[in-house]
């Protein structure tokens, strides 16, 4: 059975701060991806990386993808109250386009 | 453009009843995943269909839960006899042939009672 470890579990952080999110498995996934979800709503894909080694960047978030493809980060740069939820990773084993899904990680952006 | 269109988004159920939980993907998708989550949880995956065939099942419980995704309308997840461990949020989500990422529905709140 595939797991996904997600860490830290809580987070709560003052606007402005930095913080990285870790997800780790001993499995080595075809594509990994990150969620974020809100109270009482579907996750939102941010991102899909697919590639061992890759780096992507979207505005203040940085997702990294490890070399060997069983690792990701996810790094906030200057947080903002609006950054507040839930982050999860997924990621797919080779040949299948099912996602198996991380712990969470809950982050609280204070103002 | 619709996205991935769930009902209902609460659904109360008494002990044994039966409970319907419906998904209508995005247009142009043709796969079709049920999640599970847990409060305080992360998704854990039940099924996998394309239409007219179950993919991969293997997060299904093996009484009581069933999925279709039928050649016409949307895909159904079916739990018989609902028990109060049944209470969940129910997330489907879809996506095209081939494609990485999900676009998900905004979930089924089912609550036993």
């Known amino acids: 059975t595939q797991l996904l470890e997600q860490s830290p579990q809580f987070l709560s952080i003052q606007e402005g701060e930095n913080l990285t999110v870790y997800c780790n498995s001993s499995?080595?996934?075809?594509?990994l991806q990150w969620y974020r979800q809100e109270p009482g709503e579907g996750p939102v894909l941010l991102v899909t990386?697919?590639?061992?080694?890759e780096v992507k960047k979207l505005k203040r978030l940085t997702f990294q993808f490890g070399d060997a493809r069983k690792d990701s980060s996810l790094h906030i740069t200057a947080a903002q109250p609006g950054d507040t939820g839930l982050y999860l990773c997924?990621?797919?084993?080779?040949?299948?386009?099912?996602?198996?899904f991380g712990t969470g990680t809950r982050l609280k952006v204070l103002a | 453009n619709a996205g991935v269109m769930q009902n209902p988004r609460h659904l109360v159920r008494r002990r044994g009843q039966e409970a319907r939980l419906r998904c209508s993907p995005m247009?142009?998708?043709?796969?079709v995943y049920w999640y599970r989550q847990l409060p305080e949880e992360g998704l854990k995956f039940m099924v996998y269909?394309?239409?007219?065939?179950?993919?991969?099942e293997s997060g299904m419980p093996k009484e009581r839960f069933s999925a279709e995704f039928p050649k016409e309308g949307p895909s159904i997840l079916r739990i018989q006899q609902v028990v109060r461990g049944d209470s969940a949020a129910y997330f489907c989500?879809?996506?095209?042939?081939?494609?990485?990422?999900?676009?998900f529905g905004s979930g089924t709140r089912l609550t036993v009672v």
């Open positions: 989500a879809s996506s095209p042939q081939g494609a990485n990422g999900y676009t």
């Open positions: 499995s080595v996934f075809s594509s």
């Open positions: 990386v697919v590639t061992g080694g």
């Open positions: 997924a990621g797919a084993s080779p040949g299948t386009y099912k996602y198996i």
């Open positions: 247009k142009g998708h043709s796969h």
């Open positions: 269909l394309q239409k007219e065939n179950i993919i991969d």
